[in-house]
């Protein structure tokens, strides 16, 4: 344990020593934690409409109305033909068009039924799919209005049925908000970062510069040496997740409605789990450039399957697969549950269990594949 004190004042000195290198892992994160949830709204609003009316009655500029006024929509054109307003989708600036034929009103009133054409630009499929999912619900409750509205007095003899009324209710996430959802995730990918990067150009390092020999010829044990790479930097991933916890708090007034102690310690299984990863490249790696492209290899693939921009349940069979084998989309499911639900340890108790196992074997694996010459 004497040999474990020395290597860590080593490195705390070589990470102090660096302002840059403590300046990226401790502000950037928090600048961009500020930032990217705000500019990743995944929230459909402003969808460009293009509306060909051609009947021009008082039902027509009632549902038009409806539809500018609803919040999601913004009207960019009234077009005289469906060929002049498909101009506007040839060159992207309307995603959808929508056409009203002649004797619109005359058809909903007499005959109590009309088509309305609808024309989807599907380049961007989730604006589209999305958008014409909200259009079809603006002209239901457009179509639900007329309904009653043309309705005589009620004649409890000859009516068979009423209408019926749907009220629910958002549990979690009252408003419905993206960043309920989406903000947990990105301070869990920010800590990804910080652990799979600075830890997998560490030992790296000092191949480069030579002092891996030095320390080779010690009576340092392998893991001791591990350990002694580990620790600084599970205490500096710490601190940023306790400041990420504030910064969400203050600018985007989310705080965990579970345990905050419970929260801490996922917290710190899944840095450790991390820091073994990066540890782990950086045994395998003898460049900083090779190290860094591995790190940023797996990264991505853990970014991509952590379920935070594509649902998992979503996902192909081999896919989820993937998903399962990585720490970053069970901490993420994690930090959900906790913040925003308030789940105990037995309802995390299977997720943190795989990331126990991960900190077990990426940790172990780096220990094994740490070669020390003497």
């Given at each position: 344990m004497r040999n474990l004190g020395f290597l860590l004042q080593k490195e705390f000195r070589q990470i102090f020593r660096d302002k840059?290198?403590?300046?990226?892992?401790?502000a950037l994160p928090i600048i961009q934690l500020m930032i990217l949830p705000w500019a990743m709204n995944l929230d459909i609003k402003n969808i460009n409409l293009s509306i060909v009316d051609n009947d021009h009655s008082s039902y027509s500029q009632q549902l038009i109305t409806r539809i500018g006024s609803s919040g999601y929509f913004r009207i960019i054109s009234a077009d005289r033909s469906y060929k002049e307003a498909l101009v506007h989708i040839e060159n992207g600036s309307s995603d959808l068009i929508m056409e009203l034929p002649a004797g619109f009103e005359r058809n909903l009133v007499r005959e109590g039924k009309q088509n309305i054409g609808i024309s989807i630009d599907a380049i961007n499929g989730s604006k589209a799919s999305i958008?014409?999912?909200?259009?079809a619900s603006v002209i239901s409750d457009f179509n639900a209005d007329l309904a009653i509205n043309q309705m005589e007095a009620p004649d409890y003899k000859t009516t068979p049925m009423g209408f019926?009324?749907?009220?629910?209710?958002?549990?979690?996430?009252?408003l419905a908000e993206y960043k309920y959802f989406f903000v947990p995730g990105v301070l869990v990918l920010l800590?990804?970062?910080?652990?799979?990067f600075m830890t997998?150009?560490?030992?790296?390092?000092?191949?480069?510069?030579?002092t891996i020999e030095q320390i080779n010829v010690t009576p340092i044990k392998k893991w001791e040496f591990i350990l002694g790479k580990l620790i600084p930097f599970w205490i500096i991933g710490m601190i940023v997740f306790t400041i990420g916890l504030l910064v969400i708090r203050a600018v985007y007034g989310i705080s965990s409605v579970g345990s905050l102690p419970l929260l801490y310690i996922v917290a710190g299984t899944y840095m450790i789990a991390l820091l073994g990863f990066g540890l782990l490249v950086s045994t395998f790696c003898d460049s900083q450039v090779q190290a860094m492209f591995v790190a940023f290899f797996f990264i991505l693939i853990f970014i991509l399957m952590s379920g935070l921009f594509t649902a998992v349940q979503s996902m192909p069979h081999w896919a989820r697969i993937i998903s399962v084998l990585?720490?970053?989309?069970?901490f993420i499911k994690i930090m959900r549950m906790i913040m925003l639900k308030g789940s105990g340890f037995p309802d995390i108790l299977i997720e943190l269990g795989y990331i126990f196992s991960f900190a077990l074997v990426l940790n172990g694996w780096a220990i094994w594949n740490y070669r020390k010459t003497s």
């Amino acid at each position: 344990m004497r040999n474990l004190g020395f290597l860590l004042q080593k490195e705390f000195r070589q990470i102090f020593r660096d302002k840059t290198i403590l300046a990226m892992m401790l502000a950037l994160p928090i600048i961009q934690l500020m930032i990217l949830p705000w500019a990743m709204n995944l929230d459909i609003k402003n969808i460009n409409l293009s509306i060909v009316d051609n009947d021009h009655s008082s039902y027509s500029q009632q549902l038009i109305t409806r539809i500018g006024s609803s919040g999601y929509f913004r009207i960019i054109s009234a077009d005289r033909s469906y060929k002049e307003a498909l101009v506007h989708i040839e060159n992207g600036s309307s995603d959808l068009i929508m056409e009203l034929p002649a004797g619109f009103e005359r058809n909903l009133v007499r005959e109590g039924k009309q088509n309305i054409g609808i024309s989807i630009d599907a380049i961007n499929g989730s604006k589209a799919s999305i958008g014409g999912a909200y259009l079809a619900s603006v002209i239901s409750d457009f179509n639900a209005d007329l309904a009653i509205n043309q309705m005589e007095a009620p004649d409890y003899k000859t009516t068979p049925m009423g209408f019926m009324e749907i009220n629910f209710s958002n549990w979690y996430n009252p408003l419905a908000e993206y960043k309920y959802f989406f903000v947990p995730g990105v301070l869990v990918l920010l800590l990804t970062m910080i652990g799979g990067f600075m830890t997998a150009l560490n030992i790296v390092r000092e191949k480069e510069v030579g002092t891996i020999e030095q320390i080779n010829v010690t009576p340092i044990k392998k893991w001791e040496f591990i350990l002694g790479k580990l620790i600084p930097f599970w205490i500096i991933g710490m601190i940023v997740f306790t400041i990420g916890l504030l910064v969400i708090r203050a600018v985007y007034g989310i705080s965990s409605v579970g345990s905050l102690p419970l929260l801490y310690i996922v917290a710190g299984t899944y840095m450790i789990a991390l820091l073994g990863f990066g540890l782990l490249v950086s045994t395998f790696c003898d460049s900083q450039v090779q190290a860094m492209f591995v790190a940023f290899f797996f990264i991505l693939i853990f970014i991509l399957m952590s379920g935070l921009f594509t649902a998992v349940q979503s996902m192909p069979h081999w896919a989820r697969i993937i998903s399962v084998l990585t720490p970053v989309s069970h901490f993420i499911k994690i930090m959900r549950m906790i913040m925003l639900k308030g789940s105990g340890f037995p309802d995390i108790l299977i997720e943190l269990g795989y990331i126990f196992s991960f900190a077990l074997v990426l940790n172990g694996w780096a220990i094994w594949n740490y070669r020390k010459t003497s």
